[in-house]
Every structure is written in structure tokens, then in C-alpha cells.
């Protein structure tokens, strides 16, 4: 499925990025003035179209179209960029930062490492049966700059790309779960497992689609586009299995069929 839109996408051997930390702020010296303190957080931070979050990242999951931030409704400042009343600006001086017209390329840089891509039972399966993949893919929320203003940037895990290495891809919100947190027996179909048709060795792998946040100071902020990130690949052993009746165990027949 193409996606429409802004994504910046990153490999699999992508490192850990660095995180810059908050410049500290206090009292300036001279007549006891001081810094003032940012606007109370707001949890209700407004999301394009009037969205809650959850609606957000739900409709953003593979349409990029609704990621672009809005301003609250009546007018008001998107949450995080308040500002307080100032003499009228030079018309020839430069225009102050505004962090709410980030998108996605200017925070690409606090993206989280790839996870891993797990196949179960044990990175084997049978020709003809489901074998499950599991995504290790969370929150991840990191300190930095946007155009030398501190935020906080988090990334949001909304959907997944598997390619399952014959050709065959998938695309889901899940991250997938193994069949023990399912409470289901192995070689149960699952939204992200896959059944390969023949034996061999087959290379899996994923692409996670990150929707990002940022937060100035006053409450969340929704950042255009989508982030994409490779999982490194896993290879998966297929094998043929063959079943037969019998009339002994292997333990009481060590020479029998299957054994």
C-alpha cells in the first residue's frame, strides 16, 4: 500500500542517536526579575480535524494525509506554543521559531534503534503451518531540540510492513504477540504469522511506522509525517513434516518410522 505523504525511512543498522538535554534555566541577574514558567501542561492537546490522540494514531496508521498539526479551535495557539505579549517585532528582523511546523525529517534524528523481529517456534517452522513473528516495537520519548527550541519528542509505533522473505508481505497495527501471551497452542494463525508453502531457509523481516509527537512546554503537538524503521532480518528454517501411525514410541522403538 502506498502511503501518502511525508516519511523519512531508516535502516536496520541505524545506531542509538544521541539525546540532547534541556539547557537549564533560572533567575537573571539584575532588579530580581525572573524566567517565566511555561503554561500548565494541557492533556487535552488538540489533534488535526479535533481528534483525540487515540483517533489520531489510529487514522494515521497508514494514511500520512492526517498528520499535519492544526490550530485549536477559536483560534487558539496549538498547545507547547503560547507566547507571551511582546513590544511589535522589527518587520526586518527574522521570525521567531515556531517548533509546531516541524515535520517529520526534523526530529528523524531522536529516532529509536530498530528492534528485533522474532519468528516462533524457536526461528523454525513447517511447510503448510503458521509460523508467528513478533515485533519488539514500543513508545519511545526523548529530550532535544527543534530549530534550538527543548522539547520532548515521542515516537509512536502505528503500524507494520512484514515481508516474510517468498515473496509474500503483510501490513497490520499489531506488533504481533507470541502464542504463549495469547494463551493459544503453537501453529496457531495469528495477525502477523505467515505460512510458507515450501521447505528452505527464508529471510523475515519488518518495517515499524513511527507517528511523532512534540512537546514545548505546554502540552502535545502532532509532528507531520511518518517515521519508517527496519527491523534487522531473521532467517527462518522451514521444514517438511511427515507423519505416520505407529505402533510403538521412540523411546520403545529408537528404529521406527519418524524416529
Known amino acids: 500500500m502506498q502511503n501518502k505523504g511525508s516519511s523519512v525511512s531508516i535502516g536496520a543498522t541505524r545506531g542509538e542517536s544521541s539525546t540532547p538535554t534541556r539547557p537549564q534555566t ?3 541577574g539584575g532588579g530580581g526579575s525572573s524566567v517565566v514558567p511555561p503554561p500548565a501542561r494541557n492533556p487535552d492537546a488538540f489533534y488535526p480535524g479535533q481528534r483525540t490522540r487515540e483517533e489520531w494514531l489510529a487514522e494515521c496508521a497508514f494514511n500520512q494525509a492526517c498528520a499535519g498539526a492544526i490550530a485549536a479551535p477559536g483560534g487558539a495557539p496549538i498547545p507547547g506554543t503560547e ?56 513508545e519511545h520519548t526523548v529530550q532535544g531540540d527543534i530549530f534550538d527550541i527543548p522539547v520532548t519528542v515521542r515516537f509512536t509505533p502505528v503500524s507494520y510492513a512484514f515481508t516474510y522473505g517468498d515473496g509474500a508481505t503483510r501490513e497490520t497495527r499489531t506488533a504481533g504477540r507470541s502464542w504463549d501471551d495469547l494463551g493459544v497452542p503453537q501453529f496457531t494463525a495469528t495477525a502477523t504469522s505467515h505460512s510458507y508453502g515450501a521447505a528452505g531457509e527464508y529471510e523475515a523481516a519488518a518495517t515499524i511506522r513511527y507517528a511523532a509527537e ?14 519508517e524503521v527496519d527491523t534487522p532480518t531473521t532467517v527462518i528454517r ?9 505402533q510403538r514410541t521412540c523411546d520403545e522403538d529408537p528404529s521406527g518410522p519418524g524416529c
Open 238 to 246: 522451514i521444514v517438511d513434516v511427515e507423519t505416520a501411525l505407529v
Open 83 to 138: 507566547q507571551a505579549e511582546l513590544p511589535p517585532a522589527d518587520p526586518a528582523a527574522p521570525a521567531a521559531p515556531d517548533p509546531t511546523t516541524a515535520t517529520i525529517q526534523d526530529v528523524a534524528q531522536f529516532a529509536p534503534a530498530p528492534p528485533a523481529i522474532v519468528g516462533e517456534p524457536g526461528g523454525m517452522g513447517v511447510v503448510g503451518m503458521p509460523t508467528n513473528f513478533v515485533v519488539g516495537a514500543e
Open 26 to 28: 533560572g533567575p537573571r
Open 214 to 227: 512534540a512537546d514545548a512546554g505546554g502540552g502535545w503537538f502532532p509532528i507531520a509525517g511518518l517515521l
